[in-house]
């Protein structure tokens, strides 16, 4: 076998593994965020950055896509050259193929960055520069579904085991970005003294012309009308479900026979799964973790 055939097996090896967890601060992250940690934890945030942060599967890629047609006057055809991936760098995503950091760096301003980091491990540049963030938060519970059916499907991320066994981890902050309750409430807190528009996946639901509104407004950017219902239709969930630029079909590592990523974009779809028992122990933890922190969710509509 000759080197290139070696280095080309590796790789091919190395892609087919799910990933393995690896701490930062007692936070678990894909092992190909901390190896590269120095990198990410030093990256040079400019001040006329955006950044879309959020627990996974929070509602990270629908909040970017209204984020991108506000940016663009609410042109679908503008928002439709690449995948949402190539647009917006996902900070602290590594891979043997490619960096995003290193995408990131070399894009032009202004740019609009996404990131699953919990407050406290956010690159200080971050702050220093002042940056605008936009936090999407969603209950336990949904996001906890979404999560599970997400690693199920994504052959990168850690097996997640049964339904049974993830969502201990799910309690314990044992899965990759860590602990939920920590991550929802470390960011609101970070709202009091910095420029974040702290929004909930269940709002957007029930009223998205008031979410895209908000959102516009916090970027300083008029909005029209049409322009707001163009949006509006655009990033209705079953519109984006059939874009390829925004459904991830273009992704090699994810499996979408097994579970597709815009999977269901719903409020209440927990119910499904969750024993009573399950639901009545993560009411009692919101209840007791969440408590005098203002934070509240809902778990319906
Ligand atoms: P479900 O798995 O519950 O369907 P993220 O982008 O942070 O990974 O979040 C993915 C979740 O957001 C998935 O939830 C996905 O279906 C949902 N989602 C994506 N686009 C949506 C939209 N336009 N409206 C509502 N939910 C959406």
Redesign the pocket.
């Known amino acids: 076998m000759t080197n290139l055939e070696s280095d080309m097996e590796g790789l091919d090896h190395k892609l087919s593994q799910r990933s393995e967890l690896v701490e930062v601060d007692g936070i678990p992250l894909l092992s190909g965020a901390a190896e590269r940690w120095g990198r990410i934890s030093t990256f040079n945030a400019r001040g006329d950055d955006l950044l879309i942060c ?1 627990y ?7 909040t970017q ?1 209204i984020v991108d047609l506000i940016q663009h006057g609410g042109d679908p055809q503008k928002c439709a050259q690449v995948p949402i991936y190539k647009r917006m760098p996902f900070l602290e995503m590594h891979s043997p193929l490619f960096s995003r950091l290193e995408e990131a760096e070399l894009m032009t301003s202004p740019r609009t960055l996404k990131s699953h980091l919990p407050v406290q491990l956010l690159p200080p540049s971050f702050w220093e520069q002042n940056c605008k963030i936009i936090y999407v938060a969603r209950n336990a519970k ?1 996001n906890a ?2 999560y599970f ?2 690693q199920r499907m994504n052959g990168r991320m850690p097996d997640p085991g049964t339904w049974d066994e993830y969502l201990e981890k799910f309690i314990a902050g044992k899965l990759p970005w860590g602990s939920w309750f920590d991550h929802v409430c470390g960011w609101w807190k970070a709202k009091d003294s910095h420029p974040i528009l702290y929004l909930f996946y269940e709002d957007m ?1 029930e009223h998205p012309a008031l979410a895209i509104r908000k959102i516009a407004q916090f970027l300083d950017q008029e909005l029209s009308e049409p322009a707001l219902n163009r949006i509006m239709q655009h ?3 079953n519109s ?1 479900k059939v874009n390829p630029m925004a459904n991830y079909s273009t992704m090699p590592t994810y499996n979408h026979a097994l579970s597709p ?6 409020v209440g ?1 927990w119910k499904y799964y969750f024993t009573v028992a399950q639901s009545e122990q993560l009411d009692d933890l919101c209840a007791q973790l969440l408590r005098g922190s203002g934070l509240t969710f809902r778990t319906q509509l």
């Not at 996974?56 to 629908?62: N, V």
């Not at 990523?261 to 719903?266: D, H, I, L, N, P």
Request: charged share 30%; proline share 4%; hydrophobic share 30%.
């Open positions: 959020t996974p599967k929070a509602g990270t890629t629908w896509e949904d579904i979404s059916h997400f639901k990033t209705e969930f984006m990523f815009m999977r269901k974009g719903t779809d």
